[in-house]
């Protein structure tokens, strides 16, 4: 089945800095790349998805790109602020089981001021 | 637009019983998935229902369990409860035509 690695665990940028968070994934067939942010206490949060025919998607500060060949998918965060700190969680799905993400275990961002 | 709800939202049980969950998805989306959220596990999908059908299942043991309704809310069940069952459980829901699937707030349930 899918396996979802992501990296790093934890990251500390000072506000305004850049910040990159980068997953893999094993499965040729997934198709849709989404990322979430769950800030302390609350449900995740769909910040920003991609797609497999898609290269890049950017939102604002925020951008995704995608790797097909090298199944890998990183997460953009430019000028950072407090309020970016959470946890970013990667997830993969694939035709067919949409309905069924395969999480990243989840990267804990931290913008000091 | 209303969001996810889920119902309770805290819940404390003891080993050996069982608990319903239940999630109410945004109006006129069909597709209800269920993932449970541990410190240890992260986020691990439990199954996804479609039109009162199950569509996809993850890896629980057949204690865990669900059900949807002809309106799309869904249940949850778990049988026979265990320790390691304390955890946050969340729902999300999706359009029929749409892979966006969107949270509701979780059940924190904690197992004594």
């Known amino acids: 089945g899918e396996n979802v690695e992501q990296h790093p665990s934890t990251l500390s940028v000072q506000e305004g800095d850049s910040a990159v968070i980068k997953c893999t994934y094993s499965?040729?067939?997934?198709?849709?790349f989404p990322w979430y942010k769950q800030e302390l206490g609350k449900r995740p949060q769909l910040i920003i998805d991609?797609?497999?025919?898609?290269g890049e998607k950017k939102d604002q500060r925020i951008a995704v790109t995608l790797n097909k060949t090298a199944k890998h998918f990183s997460l953009h965060i430019t000028e950072t602020q407090p309020e970016d700190s959470a946890v970013y969680f990667c997830?993969?799905?694939?035709?067919?089981?949409?309905?069924?993400?395969?999480f990243g275990k989840g990267t804990k961002l931290s913008v000091k001021p | 637009k209303a969001g996810v709800t889920q119902t309770p939202r805290y819940l404390i049980k003891t080993r050996g019983q069982q608990v319903t969950l239940s999630c109410s998805p945004i109006?006129?989306?069909?597709?209800v998935s269920w993932y449970q959220q541990t410190p240890g596990q992260g986020l691990q999908f439990l199954f996804e229902?479609?039109?009162?059908?199950?569509?996809n299942k993850g890896n629980f043991p057949g204690r865990f369990s669900g059900r949807q309704f002809s309106n799309s809310r869904s249940e949850m069940n778990v049988s026979t409860l265990e320790l390691g069952d304390s955890a946050l459980y969340l729902c999300?829901?999706?359009?029929?035509?749409?892979?966006?699937?969107?949270f509701g707030p979780g059940t924190r349930l904690t197992v004594l």
């Open positions: 991609i797609r497999s025919n898609v």
């Open positions: 229902y479609f039109s009162e059908t199950q569509r």
């Open positions: 997830a993969a799905s694939k035709r067919g089981s949409q309905g069924n993400l395969i």
């Open positions: 109006s006129g989306h069909r597709s």
């Open positions: 499965d040729s067939a997934s198709n849709y």
């Open positions: 999300a829901s999706s359009l029929p035509t749409g892979i966006e699937q969107f």
